[in-house]
Structure formats: C-alpha cells, structure tokens
C-alpha cells in the first residue's frame, strides 16, 4: 500500500477512534465529561493535524498497527513538555498589560479642571469637575503608596515613572504643587521645589485642595518631588520624534471640511 492510501487509511481509524470515544463521553455525567474535555480538545486538534499531514510509509504504517493511534499519540503528547504553561502565563501577562496600559490612557486623557466648583456648577459642568477631582484624588492615592512602598527605612526608590504613566505629567505637577503650596511654612522640603510649587497656578481655593493633598512625610515627599523634577527634566530633553506617515496623512484636512471653531477663552475665576 502507498503513502497517500496508508495515510487515509490512518486517518480514517483515527477519526473512527475519536467517534467512538466522543459517543462513550456524551454517556457520562457532566462532571466526567468536564473532566475529559481537554483531552477531547486535544485529541481533535490531532485529527486536524493528521488531516493535513502526509506521513513516510513506513510511518503511517507503523501508526496503523496500532489498536488505538490516536490514543497512543495523545498519550505521548501529554507527557511531553510544551511549554504549555509558559504559553498561557505570557497570555494572561499580556492582557493584564493591554488593559493596563488602557485604563492609564483613558485616566491621563481625563484634563484637570481648570475652574473653580462654583464656576462647574453655574456653568453645567459638575461632571467634568467631579471627574477631575476623582483623577486627583487617586493621583494623591498613587503618590502616597509609591512613597510607601519605594521607602525601605533609609532609601526612597519610588515608581516615579509608573506614577507619570498613569496620571501625566500635568496632573501628578499639579497634585504635589497642591500640597507643597500648602505647605510654604515647612522648612523640610526645599525652596527650589517650593518655588517650583509656586510657579504652577491652582484652579481651587486652598480650603477646597485638601481633598487630594498628599499625605506622605514631607521629607520623603521632598525627595519623591525631586525624583519627578528630574524625570520631568529628561522628559523634556527627549528628542522629538518626526511623525509617521500615516499620522502626517492622519492630521491633513479632508478637501471640503470646516475648520472647528475655536472655542472662546474663559477668564479663570
């Protein structure tokens, strides 16, 4: 008998084989047949393989001889080491990154307010102020753990970048600008980060910034502020990097569309 006659005729047996095990499985209760689902699976991914494989002569021949190939095979498949595991734990890694990195996008997308709540409420913009304060407040929440859990008794290595990935640059500078200006009365922390503090403008009273202001040791807190300054500053020397193509093309104007209208400065109260 040829390849191609001994590889139909392997195959056949296989299926046959799988038929008669899939018919004994629907027998038994749901518990037994959980039990052997992952066998089933795989013992049809075995089939399909076989379908598309054309096995040397000798082979297939010696898999026919076989009572039952398709069990002798999976046997052998599950003893083997795939790496299966590994396979599974770099999936879930990397959802657990996607959806990360998903919710840090949508939280720097969230723009301070830059309004007092007065103006929020007069104006019809509670939510958007509301929504503000919550991204500050979990700002505050960020700050304070990443002090705690970067200070191990003598030195502080705190997840500064993990801090600016989730909140940007502008919130986390507002955020620790909120407190040191608090806190001008504090010799601990340094007066280049208290002049830096006081360069950034406050949008609420100081009766209404306590909300989401941090907690932290201002000595650590000092420190943590430097840590930021410093990735601020090597942010900022970072080359620019030219535009692809396809963003180029992105931010061209389609012939015959109206340019937005700019919307009118509001006087900051």
């Known amino acids: 008998m040829d390849a191609e006659k001994l590889n139909k005729a392997l195959y056949d047996k296989m299926a046959a084989e ?75 890694e990397a959802r657990a990154d996607t959806m990360l ?5 949508a939280t720097r997308a969230i723009p301070i307010y830059q ?15 509301r929504t503000s304060r919550k991204a500050n407040e979990a700002c505050r929440d960020a700050i304070d753990a990443a002090i705690r859990d970067g200070y191990d008794g003598t030195y502080l290595t705190a997840d500064v970048k993990g801090v600016l990935a989730e909140f940007g640059p502008e919130r986390v500078s507002y955020v620790l600008a909120a407190t ?27 009766d209404r910034r306590l909300a989401y202001l941090i907690n932290s040791h201002p000595t650590l807190l000092d420190g943590f502020v430097n840590m930021v300054r410093k990735e601020l500053d090597a942010m900022r020397e970072q080359p620019e990097q030219k535009p692809s193509i396809k963003a180029q093309l992105a931010a061209k104007p389609v012939p015959g569309d109206q340019p937005a209208t700019k919307p009118k400065d509001r006087e900051v109260r």
Not at 56 to 65: E, I, R, T, V, Y
């Open 18 to 92: 799988q038929e008669r095990f899939k018919h004994g499985l629907l027998g038994q209760t749901p518990e037994e047949v959980l039990n052997h689902a992952y066998e089933y699976a795989m013992r049809e991914d075995i089939l399909m393989e076989m379908e598309a494989l054309d096995l040397p002569a000798p082979q297939a021949a010696a898999l026919l001889a076989s009572p039952f190939p398709l069990a002798d095979v999976y046997k052998d498949f599950r003893n083997m080491e795939t790496g299966h595991m590994d396979i599974l734990r770099e999936c879930i």
């Open 101 to 105: 990195e998903a919710k840090r996008e």
């Open 115 to 129: 309004q007092s709540g007065e103006y929020a409420r007069e104006h019809g913009e509670l939510d958007a102020f």
């Open 180 to 206: 040191l200006q608090d806190k001008t009365w504090d010799q601990r922390f340094s007066r280049s980060n208290q002049a830096w503090a006081a360069a950034i403008p406050m949008f609420e009273t100081e």
